[in-house]
Each structure stands twice: as structure tokens, then as C-alpha cells.
């Protein structure tokens, strides 16, 4: 199969902190570095992406020694970083690929190099094809003008030309579902109808590549269905490549067929989409991740989760013994948040999501939801168990979010894939062991006579 | 020895390769050529953003330049007593008023492009000279409007037989064509370096101010002591305005040498400050 797109390793850096103050310095001392022969003094520096690093702290740099000397470049070395350090890898033509990574993994940058917003530092993208990007849906959108008129704008950004527009405009309109009102002020739309105008455009522009960014999050879920199942036909009939940037690992799920996971500016791996996304969430959890957790933190706050775990009663203590102990898809298993509250709350509430690790979210759940917890608390230690019946979830890992937090007004402590555990398959009946497709597997009953 | 032999075969035909630096000289003038419908519609945006939803309208086109020809007819025709080479004051302020006005809207509003499309530059990648581009040309509109109101008082004075215009003022496309071109590449040349260091829209902001009192804008060239006239001699919109002057009113100090440096400075302008500006368009979003 033939490439459309070929990363060639491809670093992106960025300055940090105060950008603006100080460029003449630094722009005078490449002037003078350049004029003396000497490679530029800020070039070769910058350290790895990672934001939970201390700004101005950087780690080991061999770089020191050499520049050293020069007193003048010596300092400020970590105004710079990479946002992204050579990225090397080819996407096939007709491939829809998902692209994974934590906030600030670079996963933007990449579709920013990709659409031409902003040049690599250093490397080559080789592209096959027109590319069209959408990074944010109805962008240039003019509030003064008519959804038609912003219609013709949009796609005209988008590289269209102006016939091309009006042989699809009705198609556009169509899908879009804002026909009743495409000659009004886009200014008068709810904000879920400029998104459709926007997205119906992009969906019909004619390119080879398209690039789409977590642009779908603002719709409803029924436009989102829609358009990642136009992204789909579009790949599947017209051969397109689509690179799709999501936080939402459903609709990745559904979507992609292979996925990249970035971390820290890097490439992590590129695998079928279930795997990537599985590597995901592991790199969320950390490595420790196990089916119980317990704090480190030693806080006096007001609100505090101390342990968390998942157990199932046959054997209480499985997590302990045996990390990758797995729970009979049978039997009925729970959840225990154990926490401390440091001064009177207002009534709270403490639950979980439970996340497949194949992407969706399977159920989200909260202690309020029995009328006995739902009063203020009182400072103390408490303990929520949540049963959850067996013959419930299908086999496969299963991550749990924890969340705590005053309804509306606060949130105590949001994790994600806290604690992980696996539903085994091996304890199924023979009948039922083939892979299902679907995160639930409960047992119905059914019947079938003769009739 | 398959797949390397297909790796090369496919290099060559990359549609598009994108690389840290490009090619010093390239004005990118083709691609602005395909986007030409982009054009179309930022400056039918441009226009139509401008008077909606204001009570007066298009009449605003007409009401700034009124205004600021009758104070300067009051200003610097009746108290400071300037000279207007003899021409009815009203004609001669409205003509200064209305072409400054042009070349002065081109300057400030190219200068500070990247600053005010930052967001629409970080998400949609176009040849970034269509932004100053539709300036120029959506300014050119409310330009020949105004120019309209100009023709219209010029008119009532040709039949009072005050003034005569006469085949000069078939150059006037030539002067707004050099003015608009001059006025793009100041702007374009400052917006670029505005990204770097901000230090400059200070600069701006009076520079074009004092610039207006160095072009015959409030008087004519022809009252310019000789000394001060060699050190303004370097202004390149000068000639603009005296031919202006000199084609429609009939009173004007006109050299052709002094065209002719007009339209050599605005094509050198203009090349350089259209590959400055590519140059920063490409990473610019990185310093805003």
C-alpha cells in the first residue's frame, strides 16, 4: 500500500515562559554566532516536553560543558522545549488513524506542523494529496453573516472554490440540519447548530487527507454519530486518510483502525486502536496501577480518598497476593472507596466510572444514588461500597474512575484509571466463550419451543 | 530490496514536503491565485461587517470624511490661515482627506494583521497575504465612495467655473494603485516585525501621524521652503497627492522624476516586504 504521509523525524520547539521579552538579545546573538561561523547558540538546547516538570528545572543535559563557557547563551536554557522530537512514521493511504496522548503529549502540534499553521524546527512531513484540516469546526465563522453566506467563507478557508461549494450546497445544508434557518445570522444559532454548519462543510470538502482535532466533543450525540460515520464512508468509499485527534476513547474506538500514542513529545508506539488506547490508559494509570490503590499524600484537607479497591467477596484478598488476579465474570464484585473528611461538607457525593479499556465508558455511579447518603457529612472516616452483580460486564480490563464532589459547586478529587481489573472469560460456559462483541454480557432469559 | 525500491519511487511524487525553511525569495503569488474566491468573500465580509447593525449605515462611509474636512477647513484654513495654493479650501482639504484616509487605513489595519487574526491563523491554514490583501481592496471600495462625495463637491465648483480638471487626472488609477501598494507594504513589513517585538505598534500608532505631516495632506507642496523640501524630498506619497491635485483641481507641483521614484519605491516595497512577510507567516504562531 502506498504512503500519503511520511514523518521524517520531525521536531517541533517551543520557547517558554515570558516569549517576547528578550528576542532582540537572543536574535543578536545568532547574528553574531552566524557571522562568526559558530552553529546557532540556541539550536542544539531544550529539554524534553513534560509539564508536570518544575518550570526552570531541567534534566540532564549534556549540552552544559560545551556551551558553558560562553557566559551570555549559558543562561536560560530551558526557555526551550521540544514539543515534539523526532516523529518518524508513515500513514497508508485510505488509513484512519487515531492519535492518542495525555494533555500536552503533542498530539495538537502535529496536526498544527500537518495543516501548515506552523513550520517544523526541524525535519520534513511528506504529504500525497490535498490536505484539508479542521481543527476547529466553523472556523472564521462572520456572526454577521447568513449561514449561506458563512457556508461559501468556511469552505473558501478550507481551500474550496467557489463552484465547488455550490454544486454541494444542498448536500451541505442537508447534513448540517440547519436548512430552516441558512439565511439567518449565524449569530443567531445555538452554538450545537454552528458546530453542525461548520462540520457539514468539512465533511464535504474534496481532499485526500483530512486532519480532524477534538472537534466533535461540542456536539450532541447524535451528530457525533453522524459525523464519524461520515468520516468512515469517507475513508472506506473515497479512499481518504483521515488522522483523528480525540479525548474521547469511544469515539476513537469506533473510528480508527490504527492508533498512535504519543507521550511527552514522542512516539510511544503505533498499534491497532484497541492496543494503543489499552497503552493509554496504562500510561495514565502509571505503572503501580493495580485493582487497589492507596494515597501517599499525607493532607489535612477538607476531603481526602485514602484507599481504593476492587474486590470480589469468594476471595477478598486477591489483589494483594497476585497483581494480575482477575475476578469470575459469575460473581458479583465490589468496589470500596475508603476516605476522610477534614471539616463539615455539604451533602456530596463519592462514585466511580467504570471505563473499558477498549474506550467507552460502561457506567458511571455515585453513593448518592441510595436516598440514605445524600444528608451533610460530618468530618470522619468513611467507607462506600458499591456491590456490582456478577454476569454483568463481558471479559476484558476495566479501569475505574474516581470521583468525588459537591454537585454543582465543587470537585473534591477526579482520577482517571485509578485501579484496573480484569473480567476472565476462562470461567465462562463453554457456549458463551467466544468473543462477544459489546461491554455488557449479562445472561437473559430466553426461551425457545416449537411453535 | 522490494519495499526500498517502492520507498523511491514514492518519494518522487510527494504532492507537498514541508520543511523548516523555505526558499528566501518566494512571494507565493500562485497560490494566492487559487484562493482568489477567499478574497472575494473576506472583503464582501469586510464591507458588509462594517455598517451592519449600525443605525446610519453605509452613510458612514460618507460622514467621517465630511467631518474632517470641515474641521481642517476651520482648523488650518481659517485659524492657522494655510495656504491652499489658491484652490477652494473645501476642495483641497477633501482631497488630501480622502486619499490619506485610504493610504493610512491600508497601513494600520495591514500592520496589525497577524495580531488581530491570531485565532483564525491558528486554525486554518490560507495564503496569509489574503488577509492584507482584502484590506487593501475592501478599503478601495469605501475609497471610491468617498471619492464619489469628492467628485460630487468637485462638480458644483467645475460648474461655478471656480476650478477646470484636466488629463492628469486620468493618473488617478495609477496613484491609488501606488498608494494602496505603499500602504500594504509599510503594514506588511510592520505586522511582521510587530510579532517579534511588540515595541513597534507604539511606533505605529504616531508614525502614521507624523507621516501625515510630512505629505502636502493640509498644505501643498509648493509652500515648502527649499531647505525642508530636500529633507521631505524621500516621501514617496508626495507626488501621489500633487498629481492628484495637479489632474483634478488644475494646481499641483509635479515632477516626473518624482512619480517616477514614487512607483519604483512602492515595487521595491512591495517585493521585500511580501517575502518578510512569508517568511514570518510560516512561525509566527509560535510567538504570539
Known amino acids: 500500500m502506498s504512503v500519503a504521509i511520511r514523518f521524517e523525524s520531525v521536531s517541533k520547539r517551543y520557547r517558554l515562559g515570558q516569549v517576547g521579552t528578550g528576542t532582540l538579545s537572543h536574535d543578536l546573538q545568532r547574528l553574531a554566532a552566524r557571522l562568526l561561523g559558530k552553529p546557532d547558540p540556541f539550536a542544539t538546547v531544550g529539554t524534553i516536553n513534560d509539564r508536570e516538570q518544575p518550570a526552570g528545572v531541567s534534566q540532564a543535559r549534556s549540552a552544559d560543558a560545551s556551551t558553558g563557557k560562553r557566559g551570555a547563551v549559558k543562561k536560560r536554557r530551558d526557555d526551550y522545549v521540544w514539543a515534539l522530537k523526532d516523529i518518524d512514521f508513515d500513514v497508508p493511504m485510505g488509513e484512519i488513524l487515531g492519535i492518542v496522548g495525555r494533555n500536552g503529549a503533542g498530539k495538537s502540534t502535529l496536526l498544527k506542523l500537518l495543516s501548515k499553521i506552523t513550520a517544523p524546527t526541524a525535519g520534513r512531513i511528506k504529504t500525497k494529496g490535498r490536505v484539508a484540516s479542521l481543527l476547529e469546526v466553523g472556523t472564521g465563522f462572520q456572526p454577521e453573516l447568513t449561514g449561506r453566506e458563512n457556508i461559501f467563507l468556511n469552505g473558501a478557508l478550507l481551500g474550496m472554490r467557489r463552484h465547488e461549494i455550490k454544486q454541494r450546497l444542498d448536500q451541505i445544508i442537508d447534513f448540517s440540519g440547519c436548512a430552516k434557518y441558512i439565511d439567518t445570522p449565524v449569530k443567531r444559532y445555538s452554538s450545537g447548530m454552528t458546530v453542525r454548519l461548520g462540520f457539514a462543510v468539512a465533511a464535504h470538502l474534496d481532499c485526500e487527507i483530512l486532519v480532524v482535532d477534538e472537534v466533535l466533543a461540542v456536539g450532541d450525540a447524535e451528530f457525533q454519530n453522524r459525523c464519524i460515520g461520515r468520516m468512515r464512508e469517507v475513508s472506506a468509499d473515497q479512499g481518504k486518510t483521515v488522522l483523528f485527534v480525540s479525548h474521547n476513547m469511544g469515539s476513537v474506538q469506533s473510528l480508527c483502525r490504527q492508533g498512535v500514542l504519543l507521550d511527552r513529545g514522542q512516539v510511544v508506539g503505533i498499534a491497532p486502536i484497541a492496543d494503543t488506547i489499552r497503552d493509554y490508559f496504562e500510561l495514565n494509570a502509571g505503572a503501580q496501577t493495580g485493582s487497589h490503590w492507596q494515597s501517599t499524600d499525607q493532607t489535612n484537607a477538607a476531603f481526602a480518598i485514602e484507599r481504593v479497591s476492587v474486590t470480589s467477596p469468594g476471595r477478598p484478598s486477591f489483589a494483594a497476593t497476585d497483581p494480575s488476579d482477575v475476578i469470575s465474570p459469575d460473581a458479583a464484585f465490589e468496589v470500596t472507596i475508603q476516605y476522610t473528611i477534614g471539616k463539615p461538607l455539604p451533602p456530596m457525593r463519592v462514585g466511580f466510572l467504570i471505563v473499558s479499556g477498549e474506550g467507552p465508558v460502561v457506567v458511571e455511579a455515585y453513593d448518592s444514588d441510595s436516598p440514605d447518603n445524600r444528608g451533610p457529612r460530618s468530618p470522619g472516616c468513611y467507607r462506600s461500597t458499591c456491590r456490582i452483580p456478577g454476569r454483568l460486564l463481558s471479559p476484558g480490563w476495566y479501569y475505574l474512575t474516581i470521583n468525588a464532589g459537591i454537585p454543582h459547586v465543587e470537585n473534591l478529587f477526579n482520577r482517571t484509571a485509578l485501579v484496573k481489573f480484569r473480567i476472565h472469560e476462562s470461567e465462562l460456559e463453554e457456549t458463551q466463550r467466544t468473543k462477544r462483541s459489546g461491554v455488557l454480557q449479562p445472561c437473559f432469559q430466553w426461551e425457545t419451543k416449537p411453535s | ?288
Request: proline share 5%; hydrophobic share 50%.
Open chain 2, 1 to 288: 530490496m522490494a519495499t526500498e525500491s517502492e520507498t523511491e519511487l514514492n518519494c518522487e511524487d510527494w504532492d507537498q514536503i514541508l520543511e523548516p525553511n523555505s526558499a528566501v525569495f518566494s512571494l507565493r503569488l500562485g497560490e494566492v491565485w487559487t484562493y482568489r474566491d477567499l478574497l472575494y468573500l473576506f472583503t464582501y465580509r469586510d464591507i458588509v461587517s462594517f455598517y451592519k447593525q449600525t443605525i446610519l449605515g453605509p452613510l458612514w462611509f460618507f460622514i467621517q470624511p465630511i467631518f474632517t474636512t470641515l474641521v481642517y477647513v476651520l482648523v488650518f484654513g481659517t485659524i492657522a490661515k494655510l495656504s491652499s495654493d489658491g484652490l477652494p479650501q473645501v476642495l483641497f482639504y477633501m482631497s488630501g482627506v480622502v486619499l490619506w484616509n485610504y493610504f493610512s487605513e491600508c497601513f494600520n489595519k495591514t500592520a496589525t494583521v497577524f495580531r488581530d487574526n491570531a485565532s483564525l491563523f491558528g486554525k486554518v491554514y490560507f495564503p496569509r497575504l489574503l488577509i492584507p490583501l482584502s484590506i487593501v481592496t475592501s478599503n478601495l471600495i469605501r475609497f471610491a465612495i468617498q471619492f464619489g462625495l469628492f467628485l460630487a463637491m468637485l462638480a458644483y465648483y467645475v460648474a461655478g467655473g471656480v476650478v477646470t480638471p484636466n488629463r492628469w487626472a486620468l493618473l488617478l488609477p495609477l496613484s491609488v494603485l501606488v498608494m494602496a501598494t505603499l500602504g500594504l507594504a509599510f503594514g506588511m513589513s510592520f505586522s511582521a516585525l510587530t510579532t517579534k517585538y511588540r515595541d513597534l505598534i507604539f511606533l505605529l500608532q504616531f508614525g502614521v501621524q507624523l507621516l501625515m505631516y510630512a505629505t502636502p495632506v493640509i498644505y501643498p507642496a509648493s509652500q515648502i521652503p527649499p531647505g525642508i523640501a530636500a529633507v521631505l524630498a524621500w516621501n514617496p506619497l508626495a507626488p501621489l497627492f500633487e498629481l492628484t491635485r495637479l489632474g483634478f483641481l488644475g494646481t499641483g507641483t509635479v515632477s516626473v522624476g518624482g512619480v517616477a521614484y514614487s512607483v519604483i519605491f512602492a515595487a521595491v516595497a512591495f517585493l521585500v516586504s511580501t517575502v518578510i512577510f512569508n517568511r514570518v507567516e510560516r512561525t509566527f504562531m509560535d510567538s504570539v
